[in-house]
Each structure stands twice: as structure tokens, then as C-alpha cells.
């Protein structure tokens, strides 16, 4: 693949990976110990409704897609935070309606061939200079947000019960890290797209956790796990001519499986030494 990196596209499918897999790394950690999951997985397919609006309205896929992303965020947060209990009614239903409204605007917009599938799946040799701009100014508020506030969403994160005792705004935080996630999905969307971006927040996550013993060393981790795979993922994929978002995955899947036998052989081997 070496020869590879002479092309402008593959500078740029390197370049966006490794930015949105530390986004992904540090956001991940945030939804994992923060149990919104199911939550980001909404806000994914909401998107696809914010795709649609954009090529309805000829506008850029990722401003139509952030804009979309963002107000599910905040109506999420509006509808869950103080009933939980009722979050996967809400999340299902905004999940459905935001996909409905992207396919819809999608039909209605005359002329419109484009492939929809890199949307689904992704297309990092696709991704443009403004696309990685856009990648790193929202890493590095991502970046920012974490370290100004980290105490706090670290209280947040834990014990909002304790956080909102100390006098900590748990509806703010709350919803920043749901707003957080809306971006890093939109990003991770144009990696390995949003039928896969939860695997890309979750597995690199899920390891870390098992490696780490704090929240700021679990971002560290899954980030540079998360870059890890992306590049084994992009190598994959140009070697034997694959979808580069599927070949993540996989890899991140693979390696997910391997270090799971690698733990129950370590675990084996203390029961019976």
C-alpha cells in the first residue's frame, strides 16, 4: 500500500480515519460509560434524514446531515432526560421517522442518481478537503470539551445523582455529550456509514475499557485502538479490493473476538494454574 500514499485520496482516507478514530475513541468512551448506546444508534439513523434534506435541497451532505443530527440530539435529550423509562419508544420512533424523511426527500428530489449506499457504508476515498477540516475542528472541540470539563463530565458520566449534589448542571452536560455524539456520528458516517458506526463507537471502546482503570485513559486507549483498526481496515481493503467501512469493522470485529479468547484462556488459566 505504500505506493498508494502517492495518491491524494488515499492521503485523504488515511488522513480522515486516523481524525475520526480518535473522535470516535474519546466520544465512545463517553456513550459506553454513559449507557446512550441505543441512543447514538438513534441519532445515526436520524441522520439519514439530515442526508436526504441536504440533497433535496442541494446542500452540502455534511451541513444537512450535522443540522439533522444535532436537533435529534437535543429533541432526544428533551424526551429521555427525565424519562428514561420510556427511551427506547422514543428512540425508535425518531430512528424510523428521521430514516422515512430521508428516503422520501431522497424520491422527490428530480434527477438525483448517486449511489446511496456510500451513505450506509461509507466512502473514505471519497472524503475532501473540506471534509477533513470539518473532521478536525470538531476533534479538536471535542478535544476541548473534554479537558475543560473533564471533572465534571466525569462526575456526570458515573453518578449524575452525586454530580447534580456538587451543583453540577447534569441537564447541560447531559445533552453536550449527546450533542458530542451527534457530531462524531456524522463524521463516522462518511468512514464506514451509518448503518456501521456504532461498531466503530463501541468495539475499540469495549477493549479499552477492559484495559484501562480510568475514564481519561479508556479515551486514550480506544482512540488509538480505533486508529489501529482503521489503518489494518484501510490496508484490507485496497489489498484485496473490499469496501473500506465493511473492512473496518471487520477487522475491529475480528480482533474484538481474539482478544475475548485471549482473556477466557487468561481467566482459564488462573481457575486452573
Known amino acids: 500500500m505504500i505506493e498508494a500514499l502517492q495518491y491524494e485520496f488515499i492521503q485523504h482516507a488515511l488522513l480522515a480515519g486516523i481524525l475520526v478514530s480518535i473522535a470516535t475513541g474519546i466520544i465512545g468512551s463517553l456513550i459506553v460509560v454513559n449507557r446512550m448506546v441505543f441512543l447514538a ?6 441522520s439519514y434524514g439530515g442526508i436526504g434534506l441536504a440533497i433535496y435541497l442541494g446542500l ?3 451541513l444537512g446531515a450535522t443540522l439533522f443530527a444535532v436537533g435529534a440530539a437535543l429533541l432526544i435529550a428533551a424526551l429521555t432526560l427525565k424519562k428514561r423509562h420510556r427511551m427506547d419508544t422514543f428512540i425508535g420512533l425518531i430512528w424510523a421517522v428521521g430514516m422515512a424523511i430521508g428516503v422520501i426527500l431522497v424520491d422527490l428530489t428530480p434527477g438525483y442518481n448517486v ?19 470539518f473532521m478536525a475542528a470538531l476533534l479538536a472541540l471535542i478535544i476541548f470539551v473534554v479537558i475543560f470539563w473533564y471533572r465534571d463530565i466525569l462526575a456526570v458520566s458515573y453518578d449524575p445523582e452525586y454530580a ?5 448542571n447534569v441537564t447541560f452536560f447531559y445533552t453536550l455529550i449527546l450533542i458530542l ?4 456520528v456524522v463524521i463516522a458516517i462518511k468512514v464506514v456509514g451509518l448503518i456501521l458506526v456504532i461498531a466503530m463507537l463501541t468495539i475499540p471502546v469495549y477493549i479499552a475499557e477492559k484495559l484501562s482503570n480510568a475514564l481519561l485513559e479508556m479515551m486514550f486507549i480506544s482512540g488509538a485502538i480505533a486508529t489501529l483498526f482503521t489503518l489494518i481496515g ?4 485496497y489489498t484485496y479490493d473490499l469496501s473500506s467501512g465493511a473492512s473496518i ?13 485471549l482473556l477466557y484462556i487468561k481467566e482459564r488459566r488462573k481457575i486452573n494454574p
Do not use: K, N
Not at 41 to 46: E, M
Not at 164 to 168: D, E, K, S, T
Not at 181 to 184: D, E, I, K, M, P
Not at 249 to 261: E, N, P, T
Open 164 to 168: 447534580r449534589l456538587r451543583g453540577v
Open 41 to 46: 444508534g438513534g441519532i445515526a439513523h436520524t
Open 60 to 62: 452540502p451532505i455534511f
Open 249 to 261: 469493522i471487520i477487522i475491529s470485529a475480528f480482533s474484538l473476538g481474539l482478544f475475548l479468547l
Open 181 to 184: 455524539s451527534a457530531l462524531t
Open 234 to 237: 484501510l490496508w484490507f481493503s
Open 115 to 133: 449511489d446511496l449506499m456510500s451513505y450506509l457504508f461509507g466512502s473514505i476515498l471519497a472524503v475532501t478537503t473540506e471534509d477533513l477540516y
